[in-house]
């Protein structure tokens, strides 16, 4: 989604919903790395970044040179964006940054973060700033990587700042006005996250699919057993109806349309599709369906996360009642 004059293709959101549900139906932690680094790292300079902070980050974010890790969480914040305790300081041409922030995905091997801090307690959401912090700062380390239940090829850790100091051109968007680059960054990435739910579940079908015409019971073929062809005829139609509603939300993007409801309804859809596909696949397969040999035990790991981040589902019922 990068502009061509940094080293993009430029394609539209919708082009880029397809390359991520193919890349999830593969790997969905390979694909998780490529959202957050595109969507959310790539996307936030392409809205918000200056000309200058543009070309100096997104030829390298294009190349592959560098990888991009996006940083909103901590132990006491996640959906509650507004009680962010890692705090920037003024210092003399810049700020001074304290705290720890957590579930940084690419957060070791990234060579950029973008990183949102508070920088008017009193203001809540409306003292958040965001800042572009390149790896290696001093005062800035990348601490311990998760060891999660699904999405285990994904590099997931906690950063922590003490007295890291960035130079006022760091800032990306205008001071305390870090909220408003969050919420506008989360419709493009739901709809990332969207489709890597809708890839998972592709595949755990898949499996499924080919296990139910090729395992035997009874003398015959389970998928002619008509209790398995429900469940494969409710995954199929469940994944149909996910995909588009993916793609509906990645259209009104594409346009420039607001698409908060739409990508909230794609995401929240999506991923309880995906949860619900995965489970039946791994039933599907029966005891072989929970060990490590047969792909959909994965499947049914990675799938968890998608009703998690980027919003709960939860939250995402809010934003749609809400819209």
């Known amino acids: 989604m990068t502009a061509p004059e940094y080293g993009g293709l430029g394609l539209d959101a919708l082009s880029y919903a397809v390359a991520m549900e193919e890349l999830a139906r593969a790997n969905a932690a390979y694909q998780g790395c490529l959202s957050v680094h595109n969507s ?48 920037a300081k ?14 940084v995905s690419n957060g070791g091997i990234a060579g950029l973060f973008v990183v949102f801090v508070s920088t008017s307690p009193a203001g809540a959401s409306r003292g958040i700033s965001c800042f572009l912090i390149e790896g290696g700062t001093p005062g800035f380390t990348v601490g311990r990587k998760e060891k999660k239940m699904g999405l285990r090829a994904s590099d997931t850790r906690e950063l922590h700042f ?21 919420m506008r960054l989360l419709d493009g990435g739901r709809v990332a996250i969207g489709a890597q739910a809708v890839g998972i579940a592709q595949a755990a079908f898949e499996e499924a699919l080919s296990y139910a015409k090729t395992r035997r ?19 199929s139609v469940g994944i149909e109806a996910a995909r588009l509603l993916v793609r509906r939300a990645a259209v009104l993007l594409s346009r420039g349309a607001r698409c908060t409801k739409e990508a909230s309804m794609a995401k929240l859809f999506a991923s309880s599709t995906a949860n619900r596909v995965a489970y039946d696949a791994v039933q599907i397969h029966g005891g072989n369906g929970i060990v490590r040999e047969f792909p959909v035990e994965r499947y049914f790991r990675d799938a968890r996360a998608t009703e998690i981040y980027e919003g709960t589902s939860e939250i995402q019922r809010l934003i749609i009642a809400r819209e």
């Open 40 to 87: 959310l790292v790539c996307g936030a300079l392409s809205l918000f970044g200056t000309p200058e902070q543009r070309s100096r980050y997104l030829p390298k974010l294009a190349s592959g040179e560098w990888i991009g890790a996006y940083s909103l969480s901590e132990a006491g914040a996640g959906s509650d964006a507004g009680s962010i305790q890692t705090m």
């Open 90 to 103: 003024p210092a003399a041409e810049g700020f001074s940054i304290t705290g720890t922030k957590c579930w």
């Open 162 to 182: 003490q007295d890291c100091f960035v130079p006022r051109s760091a800032l990306l968007g205008s001071l305390n006005g870090g909220f408003k680059v969050a």
């Open 217 to 235: 019971q009874f003398g015959k073929p389970i998928a002619e057993f008509q209790l398995i062809q429900a469940k494969l005829a409710d995954m």
